[in-house]
């Protein structure tokens, strides 16, 4: 009966866990010479389009040690993405409407002189079962309030994807033993990422400082923890790329 009851609690925290995320983020990623200014037209766009009927949730990521900015928009799966994509087009739609506003803010020629261009499109699926998040936390509340992000890329080498799904799983679960109070999201790459990246994790923290003094407070508890030591005993994957960026939403 308790074994019952506690798979119950199990299977409905995944429900509510799962409940916060979108399920697909597309992602734009952008390289410029003059990283404040594109950031600003960024936002600017993000804005606009935001006021639009039917907008998904957009964001920026703006790398801290480099010169890409990140323009982010989430979706409840592939098809809602299309259907978005795919509208706005005709005249006087959407499109044509956001383009019209933002030139009214910024000129017709707002991002001459930034040398920004386009590098590519990612498509990530977020794997809800392999991120961690506080139980009864409420992410809606949260992310606003931690704008940094820490992007892991992964690779879990062939044959070992099982293998690196478990390993995250049972982190996972001895994470929330510990009760370690932190936030992160998986993603996983449907299209674009990073070469030879298999999964990103994406932790979360109210600044760099911060995320790396949550961190530390984090390791304290796992060092003195059999059960992570025999975890890290069995080692799946690599880490094989890492940013630190902002996030505005």
Request: net charge negative.
């Amino acid at each position: 009966m308790k074994n019952a009851i506690l798979k119950i609690m199990v299977f409905m925290f995944c429900i509510s866990t799962q409940a916060q995320f979108d399920g697909i983020i597309v992602v734009n990623e952008w390289e410029t010479k003059d990283q404040v200014k594109t950031e600003k037209l960024m936002n600017d766009w993000k804005n606009v389009i935001s006021k639009m009927d039917n907008a998904p949730k957009t964001f920026l990521l703006t790398e801290m040690d480099g010169n890409t900015i990140y323009f982010c928009q989430s979706f409840a799966n592939l098809t809602s993405y299309e259907k978005y994509d795919n509208s706005g087009k005709g005249e006087g739609e959407w499109r044509e409407l956001a383009m019209k506003s933002f030139r009214e803010m910024n000129g017709e020629d707002a991002f001459e002189g930034t040398g920004t261009e386009f590098v590519m499109a990612h498509v990530y699926n977020t794997r809800a079962d392999l991120s961690y998040v506080p139980e009864g936390m409420d992410l809606s509340v949260e992310l606003p309030k931690n704008p940094y992000r820490r992007h892991v890329t992964m690779n879990h080498g062939w044959g070992n994807r099982a293998a690196f799904i478990e390993n995250q799983k049972v982190s996972i679960e001895n994470d929330k033993k510990l009760d370690n109070q932190y936030i992160y999201l998986m993603l996983e790459p449907v299209f674009g990422g990073t070469d030879n990246g298999d999964f990103m994790m994406v932790v979360l923290g109210e600044s760099r400082a911060a995320y790396f003094n949550g961190l530390e407070t984090r390791m304290k508890k796992r060092n003195k923890d059999s059960d992570w030591k025999e975890i890290q005993s069995k080692p799946v994957g690599s880490w094989i790329e890492e940013e630190s960026l902002m996030v505005k939403y």
